[in-house]
Nanobody
Framework: QVQLVESGGGLGQSGGSLRLSCVASGVTLDHDAVGWFRQAPGKEHEGVAC????????DYTDSVKGRFTISRDNGKKTVYLQMNGLKPDDTAVYYC???????????????????WGQGTQVTVSS
């Protein structure tokens, strides 16, 4: 059974940092691309970042470029999202998702991926 579990969310301050983790079980994560999505209250899911399953090629939506960094540790079956320079607009539930390849940002939707976790809440205060 494939399972992704996100953690690391919480309350952050504007300009501060948080690091999210996505731990996989039931899947050999190094064979899959992994993306991070977020959903703010009243809004659709938004693709934030993705890391490919080959050569660790990364992609980011424009609003987080230069602030967020996605990385992976295949030995730990974990993908990280380092979030620096937090803004109140970053407030959302963040999800990680896996698939054979990254879906194109920013139009990617969660359903472009094969499996995803339950999410972790990130709240950024001004």
């Amino acid at each position: 059974q494939v399972q992704l579990v996100e953690s690391g969310g919480g309350l952050g301050q504007s300009g501060g940092s948080l690091r999210l983790s996505c731990v996989a079980s039931g899947v050999t994560l190094d064979h899959d691309a992994v993306g991070w999505f977020r959903q703010a209250p009243g809004k659709e899911h938004e693709g934030v970042a993705c890391i490919s399953n080959s050569n660790d090629i990364t992609d980011y939506t424009d609003s987080v470029k230069g602030r967020f960094t996605i990385s992976r540790d295949n030995g730990k079956k974990t993908v990280y999202l380092q979030m620096n320079g937090l803004k109140p607009d970053d407030t959302a539930v963040y999800y990680c998702a896996g698939a054979k390849s990254c879906a194109v940002l920013p139009t990617a939707v969660l359903q472009d991926y094969d499996y995803w976790g339950q999410g972790t809440q990130v709240t950024v205060s001004s």
